[in-house]
């Protein structure tokens, strides 16, 4: 056998064809508005809380150089007013979105990492494996899960690093039991069967056949709980349990404040909605991303 | 006025382009019987189903069903609710998944008499049908009461047909009603509906790919070819003379056990190897192999087994579902631990232990059945064949093997073949793929599980004829697991006939099949459909 030398390896040919089905299934993401409305949104928010930085200055954090007075109204200087320091409240929204949304992607990445690990293992080897690692997952799955982040945070140092581990640490138990479904139906396929034939073991079965079938629904899970973990960030804050430094507020610390600082009584709504409607819009975003994906890789929920 | 009319229909899906069904006529009187061939794709179950417009919203029907003089494709909805099931009822196919599992049988049997009965039944008088109906199909009563799960394949195709019964209807379409039974269940299927035909007088069209099972029941038989009807007639005319290619090649496929023209001669356009070369020394045995499985109850699957192969030898084990014959390939494969025993390869015991079964795995390889599943929808035909190659860590140009292994498997040329996916090939090509990957580690032997039971006719002879030559060229030996005693014919040297776990017959193909001494392969014989029109009479296990 001779190989014609102009003929692309087959390497080459994988990733060609990965391309266009990326080609393909972007096509069919971009049909869905909601998707494409979700993208556009995160996009401009992430793109917003990454420029932070740049397009403003740290400095107006600082409570003791704070140039507004004590909850001021809404004004061209301070265009969503001040906090009780005399924070730009604009500000303050804008640099809570980088702990927020850091807090969130870390966090998921974390959970659905911990959940993949665990789910396919447990499918994997069955038995006693799967009993010992499922009873694991169940205690998780039974905790209540605010009441175990709340002791994880008093335990630990209080600051992001705590917040991401208390909610990757609870937020796994469903994202593994799917995992563990979706594998159990690949491992029932006779290819697996015939891959153990040809002589593949353990570390050959999961990476070549189980882990690429089961990505998609991982990416998918993953989109959606970016959005459960900034509202359990959002609420660990709230309770006091977030990082206690002025200088990075998230939304959750910015709804304490503005609930220690009595802003409803003192009619200061514009120190109370920004944070309570950016954590709306970036969940809202997350989930109509996360449908529209969940959609173009699972054709059976597409319409018509 | 003939109880069905077909005339000039056509049907064409929207999101295919092609038309399924092109321009078909055809009736069917009260009383007569009517088979429909073709293979997978032809449009016949399209066909069945347009005649109560059961199919997808996205099919275009033209042309005219008659239906006791009533054209069903321009009934009003409540007509055709009226008309389903009362007027014709049809047997799905595949009787496993048809059943509903978290429902008695004796509910899913009363369901449509409860739906479409003009007279009210009352509680009593709807168990007494439900109990005539079941005595219809040779149930005992109990049975009513057991769930689809508790019932072996066989007795779920008679709930089937008590269902299709039951609102008395002058139209039976049965939809392969048997491909998933073993032959001995078949025939006792078969012979249950031609008696219900004669019985009731009702109109009976069977759909199969199988021209013997069709012939055996059916008085006439149309063929269908890429949506067309291509021949129709008397059922003996048809399988003695076939006058279109398509039918010839449908009508050979399957040979008649006992005939000496397709010993070693499965139909094929292909040239087959001239010699049979002698087989070797021993390659593998099992000797006195037990596997026992311990879910709910024990259940000996492979109940000390003693069985050879040679080198170059192809030997088939036969036996009907629940034999145990995929629970032994496996345990020869090493896939399976037995329970006690062993299986020598090359006068070694096969190790246990990772390493030196991922060795023994270079030697023996797996066809599996349905070539569709086998392969990784996401992985190309060069990714899948490289498989083992990769994991053996195979030196020399990963690309020169593939292609070779591709040329021995006769997908060429092979260049064409490599980026391919499983779904852009046909089901034969799907199964060479998979020889292919198993040629790949240039093994000694070849595992293969009922390797041809999925695929169409004509891609049949085709496939064996692969192994045949294969034996030829490259000295393979081959372990083919089948139900199917005409495979065996066409191919084997030695059968070994397996039963409830036990080998109850080994020997020579030619001496076992034509002079059978076990009482079992006799009966598995007797079981075959013939050729032969209904006028002998059918053989019942």
Redesign the interface.
Known sequence: ?T??KN?P??RA??WR?RGAAFTAGWREFAKQRAGLVGLGLLAVIVLLAILAPVITDREGLDVTKATGDRMESPSWEFLLGTDRPGRSVLLLTLWSARISLTVGFVATLLSVAIGTIIGILAAHYGRWVSAGLMRITDFFLVLPSLVLAIALSTVLERGIGTIILAIGLTSWPSAARLVRAQTLTIEA???I?????????HF?VIS??VL??VLPLVFVNTTLAVGSAIVAESTLSFLGLGDPDPMRPSWGSMLRSAWLDSAIIAGAWWYLLPPGIAIGIVVLAFTMCGRALESVLNPRLREG | MPLLELRDLSVRYRNRGVEAVRGVNLTLDAGETLGLAGESGCGKSTLAMSVLRLLPPNADISGEILLDGEDVTTMKWGRLRAVRWTSAAIVFQGAMHALNPVQRVRDQIAEPIELHSKTEYSASALRKRVHELLAQVELPAEKGDSYPHELSGGQKQRVMIAMALACEPRLVIADEPTTALDVIVQAQVLALMSDLVAEKDIGLVMISHDLAVLASTCERLAVMYQGSLVEEGLSAEVITNPQHTHTQTLAAAFPTVGDPGSRYAPATSTTLPDAVPAPGDELLRTSDLHVTFRTRGVTHAVAGVDLSVRRGEIVALVGQSGSGKTTLARTILGLQEPTSGQVTYDGKPVPRSTRGLKAYRRQVQLVLQDPTSALNPRHSVYESIAEGLRIHKVPGDEREHVAAALDAAELRPPQEFMPLLPHQLSGGQRQRVVIAGALALEPKLLVADEPVASLDASVRGEILALLLRLRANLGLAALVITHDLGLAWNIADRVAVMYQGELVEVGPVDEVLNDPKHDYTRSLLAALPTTQPKETDLASG
Do not use: F, T
Request: glycine share 12%; proline share 15%.
């Open positions: 056998m190989v014609p003929q390896s087959p040919l994988a064809r396929r006779p290819y069967e015939r891959a153990r034939a040809l002589g593949g073991g050959h070549k056949h690429p079938a």
